[in-house]
């Protein structure tokens, strides 16, 4: 049996811990020793099976979109809450530890994931946990976010050894995606790929950290270099991302805004008016899907 009994008592299917979803799209976990913990707490976001009824607060979410900062997060809940008319309020379910933030508006999720994959890694695993504990159904994962506009190793550790996940993009949920672009748009929308790196400042080639040990020329011959093999952007979660995506078999996608110019400059605007702009672009088309797939 793959479905949920209670809040306190995941099933599991005895004997296949591999299989992906199950027929009726419930999330499966990968981790088979979970069945036996009573009361599981998702400590950085401050649920737990014991205390939570995760099902009625969490059990009819559809869409869990992830993004950097606790604010913006809070406000992509307001905006999906006013644009379908589905709550009259938000609430940071994750509010006890001060760590992430999650708000719920009606059949999306908006969680924050701080800077960089290890951040990223620690609430995905949780925020997975909580919609197979919750029962929800056919979940899809985005992160919205921010990029400079143009590596990590592919891999993580455990236990000392070297593991590497593909971090494979859902290619029809991409189009999809893009498909919702609109010419009138005050923003282009293009698919390509992303750099993902482990650093803001050195690891993104720029020239304005505290240290710098390389020169002008040679960043933009790096710039190019990267764009001539498809690189159109970079950020710091999109490998750990769409990797984390691929192992817990959930469509997943990343759509970022460009803040910068690589090839123009490093700094990024002070404008604090503009940036809060921007980030409003990926959360714009997020929306739409989410109308069209939810007939909203
Ligand atoms: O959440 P966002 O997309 O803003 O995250 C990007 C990547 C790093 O976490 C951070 C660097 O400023 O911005
Ligand atoms: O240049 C940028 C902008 C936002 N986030 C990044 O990681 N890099």
């Known amino acids: 049996m793959d479905i949920i009994e209670d809040n306190k008592t995941a099933v599991f299917e005895e004997g296949k811990e591999d299989a992906l979803h199950t027929s009726n799209g419930h999330v499966k976990l990968h981790n088979a020793r979970l069945k036996s913990i009573q009361d599981d707490h998702l400590y950085h976001i401050a ?175 790096w710039l190019r270099e990267i764009a001539d093999r498809g690189v159109t952007n970079m950020e710091m979660e999109s490998l750990g991302f769409t990797a984390l995506c691929d192992r817990a078999n959930i469509p997943g996608a990343v759509c970022c805004v460009t803040l910068v110019d690589r090839c123009e400059g490093d700094g990024i605007t002070n404008n604090l008016q503009l940036l809060q702009e921007w980030q409003t672009y990926p959360q714009i088309l997020v929306a739409r899907y989410i109308r069209n797939r939810l007939d909203l």
């Open 47 to 221: 649920l737990s099976t014991g205390s939570d009824d995760l099902r009625r607060l969490f059990g009819d979410v559809k869409v869990v979109c992830f993004g950097g900062q606790a604010t913006r997060m809070e406000k992509f809940a307001w905006f999906i809450a006013r644009e379908f008319d589905v709550s009259d309020t938000v609430h940071n379910f994750a509010a006890g530890t001060d760590r992430y933030a999650v708000y719920k508006a009606g059949p999306v999720l908006s969680v924050s994931h701080g800077i960089g994959i290890p951040s990223l890694s620690i609430v995905f695993q949780e925020i997975v946990k909580l919609i197979y504990y919750a029962g929800c159904e056919n979940v899809t994962f985005f992160r919205i976010g921010t990029c400079g506009g143009i590596g990590l190793e592919p891999g993580t550790y455990i236990l000392g050894r070297a593991v590497e996940r593909p971090a494979k993009v859902d290619s029809d949920l991409i189009r999809q995606l893009h498909a919702c672009s609109q010419n009138e748009d005050k923003f282009k929308t293009v698919l390509g790929t992303t750099l993902c790196a482990d650093d803001f400042y050195e690891g993104q080639g720029r020239m304005d950290g505290a240290f710098c040990e390389h020169e002008e020329e040679e960043k933009l011959l």
